[in-house]
């Protein structure tokens, strides 16, 4: 019998060591008869180390980001071949979409001050690949309201993709401290301290806020405010370090990227290395456990208010860890969870892989809840017109209120990047405003023609990248901050349960979606 068993054991073993060493020189195959590295693969910018960042001031952080780009200008600009000197690539110096070209290069960490006495300040965290570009229009309406609005680039990101390749989300975590340090510094010692976070940048916003229950030298936000946070993100992300592996070996240093594409975004990386997805994975387990721990030892009491916008679809993050992981522990403190769902009244949802009808009830636990809901979605499955279903905390009763918006028949949802950019916005805008110009509108590019003749797939154009229901977006984020003559709420919030409904807001008018993917796990 000891002899079946011990046989059995090998048999496993062996077959097991078949299997990797199969999927293993299948990744390298792959990675090895793709696209070569490129300079900007290859150069890792020189960060402060999150010691480092714990004892600098928002100044010096700035001051080494200086001496970074210009370590880029060196280093990649400069030295490119003849053959990379092309107008599609952002580190070529006479490129359209080259960051440097623009009046203000929002890939740096930036400090907009409000007009008179701050109210307050926000800090605003962005996403993986990302930048600080992709929350300006937020951190604006806070500035607008007389808050001080500070946005961070984060470790490894707005240079080179190189830089992804040695960051942790311990040195994205301590440049959150800082952040909120200068944010405090900047608002005096009363004034209320927000905290905003766009997907990876949400997870880093959640956790920072649950590191402030127990550590009494953390600033506590009076607020956190989610767009497609990364509570959870996909199985792949879990096992994404192993395809890292060959990489150890010079030969195989490609099989360190997941992706290797053309850098033609002037404010997001286009490819993607495999530590990236492991450190947003590590980040999302850290998030989910310090939550489970804080709830389970009853230490979610005095957490701020947390407003969170989230599409029912999302290929990039869990929306199911938000709802049960996040939501799912919230004490009963005002915070609310918006989700944007499918359009229901398009002939593209004949073609969804699961029911349309399916898909919300599948994410939701039944009323009451800890937390106010609010649906955003079809009146009828036979109308464009979109209104707002909201169930209050503690209620069973839902209620519904217009919103003076309307899907387009060729939206069927949308996405995980398009929650923070108005249609308005320059770079993936539907309809980019001419004085806000990056080189490129990749939110209007409809395209049709031959397969394979583009450096991108049209997976990526296919994605929307601008927020049709934005003046939503707008009006919820305004609802927490300070009256001002030009707010008017379209739907009451949480907080303004039982003000008064403004006139609607004109639906935006129709456009194809589009916008590249993003490298994001």
């Keep these: 019998m000891h002899r079946w068993f011990g046989r059995q054991v090998r048999r496993l073993v062996l077959l097991v060591i078949v299997v ?6 299948a990744r390298i195959y792959l990675a090895e008869s793709g696209p070569p590295l490129e ?41 490119l ?9 952002r580190y070529f110096a006479d490129s359209p979409v080259n960051p440097e070209r623009f009046s203000t290069d929002w890939n740096r960490s930036f400090e907009l001050m409000p007009t008179g006495t701050p109210v307050g300040a926000a800090v605003f965290l962005h996403g993986l690949t990302d930048s600080p570009y992709s929350l300006r229009h937020l951190a604006k309406l806070y500035q607008d309201r007389g808050f001080v609005a500070i946005g961070i680039r984060l470790p490894g990101h707005g240079t080179v993709p190189g830089g992804l390749t040695a960051v942790s989300w311990q040195d994205w975590m301590a440049a959150v401290r800082l952040a909120m340090r200068e944010a405090r510094s900047k608002a005096g010692p009363n004034a209320p301290i927000h905290i905003v976070g766009y997907s990876n940048g949400g997870a880093l916003a959640m956790l920072y806020a649950l590191d ?14 989610l767009m497609s946070p990364m509570i959870g993100v996909t199985r792949f992300a879990r096992f994404s370090g192993l395809a890292g592996l060959p990489a150890l070996l010079p030969a195989f ?23 990236a997805a492991h450190q947003s994975y590590a980040l999302t387990m850290a998030v989910q456990d310090r939550i489970t721990r ?37 004490p009963d403190n005002g915070s609310e969870l918006v989700l944007f ?43 464009d017109e979109v209104v707002a279903r909201s169930t209050a905390a503690g209620s069973t009763e839902e209620a519904v209120q217009p919103t003076g918006l309307a899907y387009s028949p060729d939206i069927y949802s949308l996405s995980h990047v398009a929650m923070p950019f108005p249609p308005e916005d320059g770079l993936y805008g539907n309809h980019p405003d001419p004085a806000d110009a990056f080189g490129i509108h ?50 009451p919030s949480a907080a303004t349960e039982g003000a008064p409904v403004s006139p609607a807001v004109p639906p935006q008018p129709p456009a194809a979606p589009s916008e590249p993917a993003p490298a994001a796990p």
Excluded: C
Aim: proline share 8%; net charge negative.
């Design 212 to 225: 402030a229950q127990e550590d009494q030298a953390l600033i506590r936000p009076a607020r956190i405010v």
């Design 81 to 89: 071949e003849p053959a990379e000197r092309v107008p599609f690539n």
């Design 20 to 25: 990797v060493v199969t999927l293993l020189g």
């Design 341 to 383: 769902d499918i359009n229901r009244h398009t002939e593209l949802g004949l073609l969804f892989r699961t029911r349309a009808e399916d898909l919300l009830p599948a994410l939701l636990t039944p009323a009451p809840r800890n937390y106010r809901l609010t649906v955003i979605g079809n009146r009828e499955p036979t109308t």
């Design 294 to 330: 804080l709830a389970q030892d009853g230490k979610l009491g005095g957490l701020a208010p947390v407003l969170t916008l989230q599409s029912v679809l999302d290929a990039t993050v869990s929306v199911q860890a938000v709802v049960n992981a996040l939501y799912g522990n919230l």
């Design 442 to 491: 990749l939110g209007t590019i409809a395209a049709h023609g031959e397969r394979s003749a583009l450096i991108v797939s049209l997976d990526w154009l296919l994605r929307i990248s601008w927020n049709p229901f934005f003046p939503f977006v707008r009006e919820r984020v305004l609802a927490g901050l300070p009256a001002a003559e030009s707010a008017a709420p379209v739907v």
């Design 253 to 275: 240093a490609k099989t360190a990227w997941l992706d290797l594409l053309p850098e033609f975004n002037p404010f997001k990386y286009n490819s993607f290395p495999v530590n």
């Design 39 to 79: 300079p900007w693969h290859t150069f890792v910018p020189k960060e402060m180390s999150d010691e480092a960042m714990d004892r600098a001031s928002f100044a010096d952080y700035q001051k080494a980001e200086n001496t970074i780009f210009a370590d880029i200008r060196s280093q990649v600009t400069d030295k």
